[in-house]
Nanobody, 114 residues
Framework: QVQLVESGGGLVQAGGSLRLSCAASGSINTMNWYRQAPGKPRELVATITSGGTTNYADSVKGRFTISRDNAKNTMYLQMNSLKPEDTAVYYC???????????WGQGTQVTVSS
């Protein structure tokens, strides 16, 4: 089973930027960033396939950029022009190469102050 370790969350003012990282202990297929705000369901923020194809939630298009370094088994989420409504716990998710399951990171808090 692949282990995921996230880093990069924190407190930032509206309009600021943060970069999240998710390091995997082995090779992975598609990788995703999810987020969950208090009292709300977990939502998919961005996806990147092993080939580099990306997809974003409408709420973050043009502001967030997902990327990955396959040599390092690491995924990133560059978040620019942050808004208070981006405040949430962000989770990385990675589909195993076998496609038989996926792993979740421990979550990292992102707080955007107005």
């Amino acid at each position: 089973q692949v282990q995921l370790v996230e880093s990069g969350g924190g407190l930032v003012q509206a309009g600021g930027s943060l970069r999240l990282s998710c390091a995997a202990s082995g090779s992975i297929n598609t990788m995703n960033w999810y987020r969950q705000a208090p009292g709300k369901p977990r939502e998919l923020v961005a996806t990147i396939t092993s080939g580099g194809t990306t997809n974003y939630a409408d709420s973050v298009k043009g502001r967030f950029t997902i990327s990955r370094d396959n040599a390092k088994n690491t995924m990133y989420l560059q978040m620019n022009s942050l808004k208070p409504e981006d405040t949430a716990v962000y989770y990385c998710n990675a589909v195993w190469m076998s496609l038989l399951g996926s792993s979740w990171g421990q979550g990292t808090q992102v707080t955007v102050s107005s």
